[in-house]
């Protein structure tokens, strides 16, 4: 036990700066359970994003290419809603992993492996997802507007949405490049319903995000009530070929 309590760590990066790096460190005796949550868990409502960041060092021969990244076990691959991006800055280098929406199956234990010839270091992270409903926006269709250079999406909305409340909710679009999810994005958008719960929304060429001539994937998922408390999961998707 007489090794427990702060360690602090000083890194020598770039120009001479120092970093002063500080870990709680705990020694636990033989008794302790291992088996029962040791994790502060990291607790985010459905249809939020959320990140995590693994930290690389330089001067102990790291690269961010180092990091390997898995959830309960299993090696995390990009997917639609998931993509890894990797940054040195000073020195430090930076693995991190981006959800564009939480969801159910986004749950669980993330370990970040960093390991070369002389060493291998872990961080670990325990994410908690607040299911809010299984309501989701259905029949969604993208289409492609020629003339005006805008993508415009339709679909239906949930039977428990308040129409009054759909003309003023934020509505959230997850979109990537169909062959790669590196090009990851999420942004809110706001929607024109009618009484029969379709809605449409439209995405320019003026707007910036997306480029021309380019095969993208949509997905759409939208907050139902007051406060940003409940926010359906993501739609299915849908493909479209900008302008």
Known sequence: MKYQGIIKCLVEVENNTLITRETDFKVFNETYNYDAAVFTPIERK?????????ETYDILGETPEMAEWSLNGRPIERTENIKISRSIDYGIGHSDLIIAIAEAENEGLYT??????????IQQLLLQVDITTNETIT???VSTDHKTSCIQLE???PPSTDLSWAHFTPFFVVVHERNSTESLNSFPLMAKCNKQLH?????CQASGILEEATEYIFRVSMVLSGSG???TPLSKPAIATTW
């Open 112 to 121: 970040c492996i960093i390991s070369n010839e002389q060493h291998e270091r």
């Open 199 to 203: 809605c449409k929304m439209e995405i």
């Open 155 to 157: 679909f239906d909305l």
């Open 46 to 54: 459905q249809g939020t994003p959320v990140s995590f960041r693994c």
């Open 139 to 141: 029949n969604l269709k």
């Open 229 to 231: 408390t409940v926010i």
